[in-house]
């Protein structure tokens, strides 16, 4: 059986972040479960739960969901109500379309002091002689029941007659009870019929061949196939004939039965559909002689643009906008690109040779595209020098024009007309020995040294 699963509950809670221990609203409707379980220890805070149209056939695991506002399990396979007294916040209630026979079982909504409005409608327990009467006069908190507003004169008058009308529902609930009875033992027994049958139809169809019959199969393998296909898809169509034809009673067995041999069949094709497709050859990306090939299995757009001012290709894949990053795969070699695209190639040879570890693959955030810049190997180097030489030379020009802008004039006057001395000659200039100050002196001893080798060196004077 199909029950509430924790990966299930985080799918539907894609609104809440998939996060479940906050969750306060959760809507499980049309997923086949067939347990109800879990739910009271992930969901501590829900308000709200949706479980409509599955094959619930009870009512459980819902008892500490103290929060609890609205239960909906409408079209269900329950049968009586139950485990609800601890959703002590319960306002509503929708039990349309189950199987609820067992009117009495009302009497446990009588602890749910907030339960404002029920739905019953579609129960076997709504034909049943004064059945609103003995709703109304049980359940005194309920202000609606099966979308009509309950008057205060109809609960009075209720109450008054509730001793003879609680006689009535009990007599009544034993009539069903007895009938549920017989019609769970009639499908029991229709359901052991039923496996016999299959049983039998394999072994038939698996058979104790003899070797002579097994070689003849082997040799004439695709007539035998042919046929045999044949022979099933009008047997197929007479077993669902007569599974769809024969009347059956509306019971929770019937609705489960119907609902896997629905499930049985749609397998059944998923295999079958299966087993006829043809494993597709794998694409030739490069040929046995090492030519690289240009391929688009996705079908993809794109487009391929020589970038000349930044020295680079740059390639626009057009991918599907809301696909998950994780599905790409980009390969970038120097002579072409590779993109895996859900596992279907893309591949490009590239006019010039590229650097792929310069390389950078990006999505748009707009579009979903994906951007890949391929700087070129070859123009990347000549593209360096030219732009170091310009640069060279404007740097130069830059400097000559601040030398000259700095340039002081200087003004240019006549020495004649000076009465002033010429300070500048006052002092005698003497040859200049050595190449600078800190070489001059010792240079000048040795000269001493050398022009005066005859003295003798008296320390004294």
């Known amino acids: 059986f199909l029950s509430v699963t924790e990966d299930l509950v985080r799918r539907r809670a894609e609104h809440n972040n998939c996060e479940i221990f906050s969750l306060e609203e959760i809507c499980l409707h049309q997923q086949d479960i067939e347990k109800l379980e879990y739910l009271d220890k992930w969901c501590r805070e829900l308000k709200i739960l949706y479980l409509q149209n599955n094959l619930i056939p009870k009512i459980e695991n819902v008892s500490k969901l103290k929060k609890l506002e609205y239960l909906n399990v409408a079209l269900n396979n329950i049968e009586r109500i139950e485990n609800l007294e601890g959703c002590e916040e319960l306002k509503k209630l929708d039990l349309t379309a189950n199987f609820i026979g067992e009117l009495s079982s009302i009497e446990a909504l009588k602890y749910n002091i907030h339960l404002k409005e029920l739905f019953l409608v579609g129960n076997p327990c709504t034909e049943f002689e004064g059945y609103r009467q003995f709703v109304v006069a049980t359940l005194h ?41 017989r019609e769970k033992e009639e499908a029991q027994i229709k359901m052991q019929q039923r496996k016999d049958k299959k049983q039998k139809q394999m072994e038939s169809k698996l058979g104790f061949d003899s070797p002579d019959s097994l070689q003849n199969k082997e040799n004439h393998q695709t007539e035998g196939d042919r046929e045999q296909e044949a022979w099933r898809t009008v047997e197929d169509n007479e077993e669902d004939r007569k599974f769809w034809d024969e009347p059956t009673p509306y019971t929770p067995e019937s609705r489960l039965e119907t609902h896997r041999y629905i499930e049985e069949k749609r397998r059944a094709k998923e295999n079958t559909r299966g087993s006829k497709k043809k494993e597709k050859p794998l694409q030739t990306l490069v040929t ?11 079908k993809l757009d794109f487009s391929l643009k020589d970038d000349e001012e930044n020295n680079q290709i740059i390639l626009d894949l057009a991918v599907y906008r809301y696909l998950d990053t994780s599905l790409l795969d980009v390969d970038i070699q120097p002579t072409y690109i590779r993109v895996f695209v859900k596992g279907k190639p893309f591949q490009l040879v590239l006019p010039e040779e590229v650097k792929p570890d310069c390389s950078s693959a990006k999505r748009s955030q707009t579009t979903g595209h994906l951007v890949v810049s391929m700087p070129k190997a070859r123009e990347i180097i000549l ?9 060279k030379d404007s740097y130069c020009n830059a400097l000559q024009k601040n030398a000259r802008s700095r340039q002081v004039e200087k003004l240019e006057v006549d020495s004649s007309k000076y009465s002033f001395p010429d300070v500048t000659k006052i002092v005698h200039e003497k040859e200049q020995i050595g190449k600078g100050p800190i070489r001059l002196q010792p240079e000048k001893i040795t000269e001493t040294k050398k022009s005066c080798v005859d003295l003798e060196d008296n320390e004294e004077v």
């Open 288 to 298: 046995p002689e090492g030519k690289v090939l240009n391929v688009n299995v996705p």
């Open 141 to 181: 908190q309920l202000k609606c029941l099966d979308s009509k507003e309950i008057e205060r004169s109809e609960r009075i008058q209720a109450l008054q007659n509730y001793p003879e009308l609680k006689q009535k529902i009990r007599e009544q609930e034993q009539a069903y009870l007895l009938k549920r009875a």
């Open 383 to 391: 593209g360096k020098q030219n732009v170091s030489t310009s640069i």
